[in-house]
């Protein structure tokens, strides 16, 4: 049930040069989802849709405050808070003082402010020892609360953390690791990492510069860390960790017209028992992507390499997604030769391009949003020097959804049959 | 305003300096798959075929040319390549497949000038001056050319073209002119349509003196048959469908965003009232206030299919940066953009019948536009000396695709054939859904509750939008083999097998 990938150019927002940290994506509760996109010569611009009344694609400047004339941005992040709004992290290179600073830009605590512009204008300043590479946010275990997380060339990982009086503060290292255990005595630079919480246990993969990439199982409640180690030849440029599928839920209102439980997420490669369906893709800069698989259970050892993904120069950017909505995840690659591959998992034993298209510029970052309001995830291309967000073509995807839709709301009555469907598909 | 980036192009080489109107598309071999043509300013004309990014076939030695174009002018059926100096030269190649190069034409030897002119007086090489400028551009290119195409040698965008410009007529045949005839000088532009419903083609002229002159082939030489003196400088010439007189509107565009209708005197009326040619000038009297002196280009006969209906439109672009789309005097509607727009031309990019607009600025912007008020821009890297969309075959098996040409200041044509465009507005899934009688009908029988009805289509495109994203995204597993296998057959099953027990291993 797959749907041939077929996806087709929506719109290409040309800005100024970019870098891999410089896409961030902003996602609202009501689904208003954007883009905001930092290039090297200070100029941030959060990219969007609107209907006007015709959908149009907008691009607005925000100027952010006390970033200086002549600074250049390294990386830029942004979150939403645990009660509601935005955080926007911004890291930058002062280029007269070669000083680095991290401002944070966040309206106060029961703000529910969404608006950029009034965001851009309270900033906090942290001057920083070191030179920040990667800008990402981790939720603190049991405390529902997220918090920045800066890697920096001190072969450290640096936490700011939001108090109670809305001001951040630098964490001083031994309470980083007291909440990220994973992070402490790193022996290079993280240039990338993700995580994935998982029954008490925090799976986070590191991709360091010295070429090695490391798995840490964390037990959230007594702090113990696994450590897995595996070494490639070049600097690991980008991982991610994923499910082999990861369902939407079913939203309450349908829930409410059916009156079932059962309409709810099977995924049947994730029983209670044997819960081994995480997997580990990484790319280095010299050589191709490697997928780990089942990581719980394996470790680093079960290495699967994706087929002619070495031969567009260095792989900068990589993401899990379903992108032809058959419910398992795709891994999608961005390389700096100017190509975005699509690979399928396949027979259970290999993955396969099913699609792959080539850009005027190198890739740097492939994102999956939906910034069009229609429930459809686009898939987002930051290129050198800019952003093309493409779309899949829409009448096959409008038969699909049809179809389904009509499926779902026809079998209602029939309950049986539908559960004995629902344990065959399990029986596989 | 919605923009794309395209990235496939094939490169094709040229030597010499370009006018505006001198690249053109058609089937000059008459074999079904159409060729692109160029002329530059040095009198030379390069033919490509597929995907070779050398001439397929070359002139020389024609002089000055200032517009290049396809037709089957001598009214035999036969397309021929037209070819207009600006010393009033007329010059017409055949070259179909049955007139081989065997007999006509003589295999060139590589670059050599002694040689390529044959049997004629070889012209002092003015090429060396464009031909420094040409490296001292590349080596800047170059250094960025190493930045951005690592790895990336297929389509290698900063194409030396010097250093292949001796090698570009090494694999071309020189073809010599089938007939030459001195019509008048100052040619700017040409057409070619039958303009007098007499069922025969005439070569209309545009003349930078402010003529219009159209040509008829008849006793082996073209005769001038009729003759319209304009008001202003005139930027192109065009011709529309005019279906209530089942003939054809001639159009000119005049300075400042107008343009003028030229009609054939009809034959029997010549001795009446009005004899003479005539001349209907479209003011376009509402535009703003505009620089009234501001050259202007015209493209007639955009077709556009709609409810079974087909309609033609003009349109009219300026150096200004205004684009207006116009029936006769009405103003359908226009755009205003910061860019010096200085080439118009129409294509169907994406094969329904309905035509679009494409304008390009000199700076490579290139707007291509519905007649449904869509736009959609692409930004050609480079600065362009001429611009030209058609369509073109770009290898023997491939058909003809609608395309977009570039000419460029180094010696290069890049041709994107693949438009992967397959609507021009920027649409979401929302909107189809919304038109789907099933879908209507679900949220109407499901969600229809509110009674206050700007509330009700608040929610109602919340709800569609949650309903999308979990059929798209949560439903897949759960429903692929309900849709696979039929109830009957499920039912049938589970009467002969007992119920297993629900929980079962998951994939290994």
Redesign the interface.
Known sequence: ?ALPVHL???????LQQNNIYSLTKIEHPD?KNKLLVSSLSKKISCLS?KHDP????KTDDIQFHYVPHDAEIVSIDAYSRRHCGLVVGITFIKRDTNSCFLNVYSEGENSEEWDLTRIAQSCQHFELKFIPYRLYHGKLEGKDETVFLLSGNDKNMHMFRENSENFFQQTPPAQVTEFFPEFQNLHSVPLWWDSEVQNNRRLTVIGFQDATISLLIVNITTKEVQKFERSHESPITCVRIFQT?K?????Q??KE?LGEDE?D??????????ND?LHIVASSALQGVVVYRNILSKHLDNALTLPESDK??CILSLLAT?ID????NEIIIG????QVIIYKYVD?EKYQVIWQ??????VLGVQAL?L??????ELVVLT?K?V?VM?H???S??K??????????Q?NE?K???E????????? | ????????NLTFLYDGMVSSNALSFGDVDNDGKNEMFLGTTSGDIFIYKFDSKYPWKTAGNLHMITSVGCGPVCNTGKNLLVCLTVEGWCYFFDISPTNDESDNFIPSTPFDSSSRFVGEEAKPELENDEGDAISANHSEDDQFSDF?N???SQ?DFNFDANNESMNIYSNAYTITPSFQQKLLPNNKCFCITDINKDGEVELVIGYSDRKVRAFKWSENEFKLVEEWTLAGLLGSVSWCNNPDLQSVDLIVSQPGGTYCTLKFPDSDKVNSEFPGPYLFYHPLGSRRARNPDISTEVIGNIKRCKDGETVYYSAICTLDGTITVVDYDRIIWSLIVDRKLFSLHKIDIMGDGSEEIVACSWDGHTYIISLDQ?VVRF?F?QHVASFSTGSYCSTEKDYNKPCLAYASFDGCIRVYNNL???SI?????????KQ?A??KS?ID???ASSPDPTKATASA?????????????????????????P?HL??K??KARSR?P??????S
């Open positions: 049930m087709e150019e929506l719109h290409y927002y040309g689904g849709f015709k959908l149009e694609a599928s369902l939407v839920k079913c939203p209102f349908v017209v309409y997420e099977v995924n049947p490669f994730c029983s209670q028992e044997q369906d567009y120069d379903d909505f058959d419910g398992e390389t700096y030769g100017h259970n298209r080539s850009f005027a510029d190198p939906d069009t309001f229609d429930g459809m995830s050198l800019g093309s779309q073509e829409l009448s995807v409008t699909l959804v049809v179809n389904r839709l009509k499926a779902l709301f079998y029939d049986d049959a539908f004995e469907l629902q344990e065959e598909n399990l029986e596989r | 305003m919605r923009t794309v980036s395209f990235k496939e951005d690592l790895g990336e389509n869509d930004d890297p992967p465009l397959s507005s920027i649409k979401s899934l929302e909107s189809d859904l789907n099933a879908v679900i029988q499901y969600f495109e919340s709800i569609l939008c949650q309903l999308s994203n979990y059929a798209l995204y949560g439903l897949s597993l759960n429903l692929q083999r309900r849709l696979s296998n109830i499920v039912q099953k589970r297993s629900k929980t079962t291993k998951p994939q």
